[in-house]
């Protein structure tokens, strides 16, 4: 887990009506930008010190009256756009001014605030946040969002382009997701969240539903990376040696459920909580599906199907559809989840070697593995023998998987590679393996004949605790290499 401490941040969500419509000022984030470069986001960013001393009214924490005035400054110097109501009168050429000096460093908002007599109350506005920057990144964010109706009597400078800022651009959520899921543009979780809730229930309808984060210290229960792709990090059984199960939906106006969870009672509340917010917005289930039928993953379907009368798919079931092409991947049944616009297309393929009967689901439309225990980010997944998983079974599926154009890896335990295509983590955990069964043979050359001392040396970067499951990678491996013909020797496992 990263060390970084989030850094306090403010952002403005200005929106307007237009024709009926409700519409977001939306920027893309320059190019060379250190964090999130070349996505779509509301104005703003980190705190200055010069930010904490301004006056703002209304009982709320400093934090937040702190990003409120951080907010306020950077719309102002990254789009031109000054969303606060002044008593004295402002030229755009004395706005155009002040815009300079602040790119210059020659003043700050609390001089602003001072000169133009700006009265601020918070109360006047609504906001959610913090929104807290998961740990494992470089950069991490303590970030509120402040929502201003944009007013015809407000400021603003057109076409004050910088650095920071490729594109400043007003247009409707719903317009901003379809780009989003035809892959034209970026948005984090907190954006695309913040825009489906504007969708659905407009503004100022959308604040009931803004008032739930899910990212709130280092809790994080909710991830929405892609167009579609929503990831429920629910809490792993302590004997699975996992912090959490990645439980996935996928879809919007229909939607499908992958790896519902072990069934715990704080994981079916989450799951609960989130399903019947889906249903709020509209959408209907379509199924639930599981990568196998290992407890963590498959126990919470019976209960989720059960409250909400949803039909469960049965490995059995896929299992009907599959194609067998020799030396390809083997596909089974495929679900298509209608939407008003482009629908999402989930193929289920046929993945032995962790157990033998294992699926993974690819999302074509975002290029999304949901790759259950093929693959997790908190250690390598254990191939049991004695649970009927088999270590060439394994290596293969991980080539075939390989084939796969994949932009995101969805991993069945730990925290996803958001910014990592899919391809490279295959290619690195293929070779981590290949690199593990070398050390066995080459320990086997050297004369080694029990099992014990095989694990002993070929296991010695493994912690104690997990010498558990290394016992068992190990009998996979040996039974896989004498399978290929690459050991004779009877080494008692």
Known sequence: MSGNVPKLAGVCVVWRKNKGNIEVLMIKRGKDMSFLPGHHAFPGGS???????????????????????????????????????????ISKEELVKI?????????????????????????????????????????????????????????????????????????TPENILQRWHKKEISLSTPIAYILEQIETFSLPGAFQYLKKIPWDKDKYTYFHPRAGIH?????????????????????????????????????????IYWLEHFTKMGSKFMGICITHEHPDHANGAEALSQHFGIRKYPLSELFKKCEYPIGKIIRGKQFVLNDKYIPWIVDSIYTPGHTKEHFCYYETTTQTLIAGDMISSEGPVVIDPDDNGSMSEYMDSLNKLNQLNIDLLIPGHGMPWFYMPGNVIIEKLIQHRKHREERILNNIKKGITTFEELLSTSYDDVPPERYVLARQQLKAHLLDLKQRGLIDKDIPI
Not at 143 to 163: A, G, M, S, V
């Open 231 to 271: 990831i429920f990090p629910l809490p792993a059984p302590p004997q699975t040696f996992f912090l959490n199960i990645n439980s996935i939906v996928i879809g919007k106006k229909e939607m499908l459920i992958i790896d519902p969870g072990g069934g715990e009672e704080e994981s079916l509340n989450e799951m």
């Open 99 to 171: 815009w300079e000096k602040l790119h210059r460093k020659e003043t700050h908002f609390g001089e602003i605030q001072k000169k133009f007599n700006l009265k601020i109350n918070l109360d006047d506005y609504f906001f959610s946040g913090p929104w807290i920057t998961p740990p494992g990144l470089s950069q991490r964010f303590e970030t509120y969002f402040f929502f201003i109706e944009w007013k015809e009597h407000f400021l603003n400078i057109d076409n004050q382009i910088t650095r920071e800022v490729d594109l400043i651009e007003w247009d």
């Open 47 to 89: 705190v200055d010190e010069e930010d904490r001393n301004c006056e703002i009214y209304g009982p709320y924490d400093e934090k937040v009256k702190s990003s409120f005035a951080g907010a306020i400054r950077e719309i102002l110097e990254e789009t031109g756009y000054f969303p606060i109501k002044v008593e004295k009168n």
